[in-house]
Each structure stands twice: as structure tokens, then as C-alpha cells.
T-cell receptor, first 115, second 112 residues
Framework: EAGVVQSPRYKIIEKKQPVAFWCNPI?????LYWYRQNLGQGPELLIR????????DSQLPKDRFSAERLKGVDSTLKIQPAELGDSAVYLC?????????????FGPGTRLLVL | DAKTTQPTSMDCAEGRAANLPCNHS???????VYWYRQIHSQGPQYIIH???NNETNEMASLIITEDRKSSTLILPHATLRDTAVYYC?????????????FGQGTTLQVKP
């Protein structure tokens, strides 16, 4: 079974530029999560989707961050414009009530560096 | 969700058991204890979870005290590949409702 796929793995941009991250969850997983992980810290949830509906976006900085999951499968997280403090690893995870343990499966992340 | 406290770092000799403690003194009755680990440059990986009974799977054992205020993750025979950051998380419910709140975790270094 393929895991959670994320791209790109690495991204370097200058501040004020836009950037987008893509996530393909495990097939059949209806719940998708985006986390941000700063250096030396644990991941923090940005947004959670149930199918195509964002059910928890309370931690998403809505002035510059946006996310979508149009068909309830793939998802894109966008930052516009990026700031120096956005440098972090952006992790995508998925889960499904029908899977054993109902745990979250994480992708490898996208490492963003804003210069 | 209840807060957890873990040591910042621990060392373990290869082949020996690694015992990682976690305090969660404010845990409530419907909150589960989850353990994830994160190997360098990878996403977190689920290890085990439990409510009040001890649990064991192919990766580890979870020992939860009777008052549920603390727990210990046991890797019975640590290998170099077990070097990672281990996160203890308390979460309502055993399903995917309720978010995972990660702390800083314990960095386990397995040494040859």
C-alpha cells in the first residue's frame, strides 16, 4: 500500500513569494491533515479535512495561508506571500475510521526555506 | 486535551530495552495515551496507544499506571534504527476525531 505522498520535498523561495505544497493521501482515507513543524518542535495542526470539508482550521493563519481539497482526495496548501517565519516542515497526514487503530499516517513532509 | 511531560533526551545501548517515561497527571477518563516517533527527515509514525490496560504490539509495549497519571513506552531490544524523537500524546477518543497535540518529545539515541 502506497503511503502519503507529498511534493515537493524541498522548496527554497524568497520572502513575499507564493508557494504551494501538494499532498496525496492514502487511498480511501477520507480525513486529511496539514501540520507545520518548526525546528526542534513537534508538529502543530493547521487544518483538518473530512472529505472535502474543512472541519478544523482554527490554527490556520488565514491572512496568508489557504488550503483546498476539492474532490475529497488530493489537497494543496498555499502560502501567499511567504514570510521568513514560515520556514518549517509542512507535513500531510491521512486517516480513516475503517483502518486498524484509526491512526494518522504521515507523509515525509515538505521542507520550506524562506530567504 | 491533557498535557504530557517527557524527558528531553535519553540514551540506550543497542540490544537493551529502552524505557521512555511520560507524565500525564491531568488525564481524564476518556483520554487515550498515544505514542508516535519521528525518525530524522521523516514524518511521525504511529507506535501504540492505550486507555488503561497495558498494550503490546510488534513494535513496543505500553505500560500505563493504575491511576493513569503516567505511562512508559518500552522498546524491548533497541536497535540503531530506533534512534528517533518519541512523542507521548493524550487524546480524547481512540478514533481520528480529536487532534494530536505534539509536545517536544524525547530524543532517544541508541548507541552501539
Amino acid at each position: 500500500e502506497a503511503g502519503v505522498v507529498q511534493s515537493p520535498r524541498y522548496k527554497i523561495i524568497e520572502k513575499k513569494q507564493p508557494v504551494a505544497f501538494w499532498c496525496n493521501p492514502i487511498s480511501g482515507h477520507n480525513t486529511l491533515y496539514w501540520y507545520r513543524q518548526n525546528l526542534g518542535q513537534g508538529p502543530e495542526l493547521l487544518i483538518r479535512y473530512e472529505n472535502e470539508e474543512a472541519v478544523d482550521d482554527s490554527q490556520l493563519p488565514k491572512d496568508r495561508f489557504s488550503a483546498e481539497r476539492l474532490k475529497g482526495v488530493d489537497s494543496t496548501l498555499k502560502i501567499q506571500p511567504a514570510e521568513l517565519g514560515d520556514s518549517a516542515v509542512y507535513l500531510c497526514a491521512s486517516s480513516s475510521p475503517g483502518t486498524p487503530r484509526e491512526t494518522q499516517y504521515f507523509g515525509p513532509g515538505t521542507r520550506l526555506l524562506v530567504l | 486535551d491533557a498535557k504530557t511531560t517527557q524527558p528531553t533526551s535519553m540514551d540506550c545501548a543497542e540490544g537493551r530495552a529502552a524505557n521512555l517515561p511520560c507524565n500525564h497527571s491531568t488525564i481524564s477518563g476518556n483520554e487515550y495515551v498515544y505514542w508516535y516517533r519521528q525518525i530524522h527527515s521523516q514524518g511521525p509514525q504511529y507506535i501504540i496507544h492505550g486507555l488503561k490496560n497495558n498494550e503490546t504490539n510488534e513494535m513496543a509495549s505500553l505500560i500505563i499506571t493504575e491511576d493513569r497519571k503516567s505511562s512508559t513506552l518500552i522498546l524491548p531490544h533497541a536497535t540503531l534504527r530506533d534512534t528517533a524523537v518519541y512523542y507521548c500524546i493524550v487524546k480524547q477518543g481512540s478514533g481520528n476525531t480529536g487532534k494530536l497535540i505534539f509536545g517536544q518529545g524525547t530524543t532517544l539515541q541508541v548507541k552501539p
